[in-house]
């Protein structure tokens, strides 16, 4: 998931804005804040348990500002959150052949 697992959030639940950064390895790079997204964290959380139940180890991953980069198989993506930490993934091309057509039933 991450270089940690974050449960104090505080001040990221209330709206505060943190800075985020997503850079993909050939260069570009898109800066926003966790205030510019759409709701907060707690609205998020208060929607979500309206229809659901959170249980410990539950992860809930909230997405960012909306952003658009060029991401190509191969590139790497590093994604940041100030005070949190950097996630970096590879791209991958995804096959066919890892989800296959389901099976006529007729």
């Known amino acids: 998931m991450g270089p940690r697992i974050e449960t104090d959030l505080g ?6 804005g943190h800075d985020l ?3 993909v390895e050939h260069g570009s790079q898109v800066e926003s804040s966790s ?3 759409a709701w907060t964290a707690r609205e998020l959380l208060v929607y979500l348990t309206g229809y ?6 539950d ?3 909230i997405g960012a ?10 590139h790497r993506v590093a994604v940041s959150v100030e005070d949190l930490g950097v996630l970096v993934n590879p ?13 006529s039933r007729g």
Do not use: N
């Open 35 to 37: 205030a510019d997204l």
């Open 91 to 103: 791209v991958v091309e995804e096959s066919v052949a890892e989800h296959p057509e389901p099976r």
């Open 59 to 61: 992860v809930v991953l």
């Open 11 to 16: 001040p990221v639940l209330d709206g505060e």
């Open 65 to 74: 500002p909306a952003i658009s980069l060029p991401i190509l198989p191969g």
């Open 52 to 57: 659901l139940t959170l249980a410990p180890g």
């Open 21 to 23: 950064a997503t850079r």
